[in-house]
């Protein structure tokens, strides 16, 4: 949760699709009350701040209106996730499934950064399944965790001419 809490906290904002943002929203807003569920260890509490206080971006064209400091975005994903790229500031944390493999498909994600868990499922979605093309990525940073979870992150390699 450290991890993930500081990787967060660098983005500017964070984009999500409508799935995502619902299903974190219902797990991470904080309560009107100001306290935090009784569900939630205290080690969890510094990550909940800080999605919670995030600027949000949310992909939906059956929403029709989003809060917790979320802005809604319809119409062009390429173009509206073009426009916010150009804002000044370190980047956009996307997340989900759905909205990934769009975003790559559109040559949009500069960098990907997967958490490998040492667990087999056997089953659940295929990470940026369907994509249409292969892209070569080149590791850029590793981090491995006492768990055996590894982080790593990459950039898409680019062709030259």
Avoid at 9 to 21: I, K, M, N, W
Avoid at 116 to 144: C, F, K, M, N, S
Wanted: glycine share 10%; proline share 5%; net charge negative.
């Amino acid at each position: 949760m450290r991890y993930w809490t500081a990787e967060m906290a660098r983005a500017d904002a964070l984009l999500f699709g409508r799935v995502t943002y619902e299903m974190m929203e219902s797990a991470w807003r904080q309560p009107a009350t100001g306290t935090w569920p009784d569900w939630m260890g205290e080690w969890e509490i510094p990550f909940a701040e800080t999605i919670d206080r995030a600027k949000k971006y949310v992909v939906s064209s059956t929403l029709s209106g989003v809060d917790w400091n979320a802005e809604l975005v319809r119409g062009d994903v390429g173009q509206a996730v073009q426009w916010l790229k150009q804002e000044p500031g370190e980047g956009l944390f996307v997340g989900g499934v759905t909205l990934p493999l769009a975003l790559t498909d559109l040559g949009l994600i500069d960098e990907y950064e997967f958490l490998v868990q040492p667990v087999l499922a056997g089953h659940g979605p295929t990470l940026l399944a369907g994509l249409r093309e292969r892209i070569q990525l080149e590791l850029v940073d590793r981090h491995e965790f006492r768990s055996g979870a590894v982080a790593v992150r990459y950039r898409p390699t680019r062709a030259t001419a």
